[in-house]
């Protein structure tokens, strides 16, 4: 069945990188995303992969997919805090297709 | 970029009412639409996929008849919560896809709090 999985909490000092890891059981899943959501708020979607890519880029962070792990990962540069915020990570087979949330982790920056 | 507008952003309610959630696609036509469900500190969780037209496909062990759902135009969904109760207190949230996109568009999400 479909499951993704998340650790809960991340801390990490203000500068550092931070690295969020997911893992995935649906090996049908073709889009791979992550959102960002702050306290009482909607979800912002930060950036999203394609199954048939290993790395994607977007300024300060970095997404690296390893398919045959099914293993899923964000790293952010730089971490500020206004980094601070739960991060999702999410799956679909399709683009128009539901999309299947991990538990979400809780990224805290510390001075 | 497409938006999704999610009426009301919050509401509070009396047990036993029923609750109207509206999920508009504002500049495109959403053909399907999915409402999710988040309890306090938790993920999101999928209820149900509306499908214009046609009857919506809920999720397994979401009641139908509670989280009622029509889709009866390519830019409006509703979810109305019937009869709530403080169980049902949640934050609701609705996404549309857009044909040709490359990803969801979420709305901004109903807070809902029954007394």
């Known amino acids: 069945g479909e499951d993704v999985e998340q650790s809960l909490f991340l801390s990490v000092r203000e500068g550092d990188s931070s690295v969020i890891n997911c893992t995935y059981t649906?090996?049908?899943?073709?889009?791979l995303y992550w959102y960002k959501q702050e306290p009482g708020a909607g979800l912002q979607l930060l950036t999203y992969?394609?199954?048939?890519?290993d790395m994607k880029q977007d300024q300060r962070l970095t997404v690296l997919l390893n398919k045959k792990d099914k293993h899923l990962s964000l790293r952010i540069a730089d971490t500020q805090t206004g980094d601070s915020a739960i991060y999702f990570c999410a799956e679909s087979i399709t683009s128009a297709s539901k999309i299947i949330f991990g538990s979400g982790t809780r990224l805290s920056i510390r001075p | 970029g497409a938006v999704v507008s999610q009426h009301p952003s919050w509401v509070i309610c009396k047990s036993g009412t029923s609750v109207k959630i509206e999920c508009r696609s504002l500049d495109f036509q959403a053909t399907t639409m999915f409402w999710y469900r988040q309890f306090p500190k938790q993920s999101l969780m999928l209820m149900a996929t509306?499908?214009?037209?046609?009857?919506?496909?809920?999720e397994q062990g979401v009641e139908k008849d509670k989280f009622l759902i029509n889709h009866a135009s390519l830019t409006l969904s509703t979810l109305t919560v019937t009869s709530a109760h403080p169980e049902d207190s949640s934050f609701y949230i609705c996404?549309?896809?857009?044909?040709?996109?490359?990803?969801?568009?979420f709305g901004s999400g109903t807070q809902l709090s029954v007394l």
């Open positions: 649906d090996s049908s899943s073709t889009y």
């Open positions: 996404s549309a896809s857009r044909q040709g996109a490359e990803k969801l568009f």
């Open positions: 509306s499908n214009e037209g046609s009857k919506a496909t809920y």
């Open positions: 992969i394609f199954s048939n890519m």
